[in-house]
């Protein structure tokens, strides 16, 4: 649980400038402190030291960065594809070290490893007694601990830098990479001296973008966020998604019924669904899932409520055109922003990252948010482990808020009752709908399996799409046979049918 600082602990803590990262923490970290940052190549430990850097510059922080694994050019190109500039921040780069080293290569007095390490360990200090830096950055530690060559005399080195440093009054940002595949934690010369650790990941699924996360394994003295959380590397620096914990988002409002502007439907339900519920939508492909769900955006968007729905399945062009043709207002309110579609691409975002972009919708003054369908959100993210249990906590945290969740979910098959998932225990209400058979033809039943906040009708009505019309709901039909086989057929008066506009 994260517990925000109090104001006279705030000018105590150096925050790092990164999205997302300083919630975890409780607003920054502590300052005058050594903490060690570790991670994979490549999952961003350069451009989090620079973001930290650049953020004590806009804070007036003086900065320093000494580089025993990257060039001066290197460092700049990073910056540029971020679009910083480097020109403020002091460097100390492996060449100057280099011309340091060459004399002494040939000493037989002293052991080689010894000399050079000394020598390194005393530049620094000098360095960084003449900028006086605030925040230091030291990348990385592979080749310190390459110098020193043995445990002791690596650990004492470290030892003198941490007491040096923190005397001078400097924030220490130490870099390292992993020390392979087979070790779990960072280097535990490391571990024992450091204020805090943090570890970066970047896992490559067998298809896809790769995702990255990170965690905090320690910070003395802070109440952290435990667990891992999803990052993003994009232009202007890393941007990290905290670990959603529906508990820290309770609010006070008011659960009344949302109408959907047809009459039959919210006799069917009740009244129609509660605000600060979840319901699912499910029934095999074709059935309208999608368009009950679109009726619903549409009819709050009418009362000037916004809507916020996510196309896994769809692409934004087709749900347009389907909403128009079946006479739904539906275009309209996306121009003028009451309605708010969202394309999902597969296999191109992590569920931290998606997490973010339903809590920024809800924070927008969405009242519904509409996931269509649970299957492509299933698909989008084939490699996650624990996606239902992310998937609870997001329906938890809209509940809380008072917003009306749709959850869209398509059954195996055109006849089958199997669904790719049980997730029915997360729905506060169950709608389903399926196909039928009566008088030679194939149409379509909705019912209501469930509903926890209140009564609800225990028939089953005829659902339809219809041209220029939009959703249709029938009158109650009695006369059903085979209902708990999953291939109802009807057995009782056709007339009590809907009717196609062009069979009047």
Known sequence: MTIAPSPSAGADLCPTGIAGFDDLIGGGLPRDCFYLLQGDPGSGKTTFALQFLLEGLRCGEPAFYI????SRAELEKVALSHGWSLERIPLLELSAIDSLLQPESQTTVFHPSEVELNKVTGMLLSEVRTHKPARVVFDSLSEFRLLAETPLRYRRQLLSLKQELTLQGCTVLLLDD???SSRIG???HVLSITHGVFEMEQLSPDYGKSRRRLRVMKVRGVSFREGYHDYIIETG???VFPRLTAAEHRTTFRREPVPSGLAELDALLGGGLDAGSTTLIQGQAGTGKSTLALQYATQLAACGQQSHLFCFDETIGIVLDRAEKLGLALPGYVSQGLVTLQQIDPAEISPGEFTDRVIRGVDGGS???VIDTLNGYLNAMPGE?????????VSTYLNQRGVLTIFVLTQHGIFADDAPLD?????DTVLNLRFFEASGSIRTALSVLKKRSGRHERTIREFMLESGRGIRVGTPLSDFQHILSGSPVYAGDSARMLQQADDE
């Open 385 to 393: 482990r624990y996606l239902t249990t992310q998937l609870h906590e």
């Open 178 to 180: 992993k020390m392979d």
């Open 367 to 369: 009242k519904l948010i």
């Open 237 to 239: 620096g890393l941007r």
């Open 186 to 188: 960072p280097d535990p």
């Open 67 to 70: 580089t025993l694994s990257e």
């Open 423 to 427: 997730i029915s225990y997360l729905a």
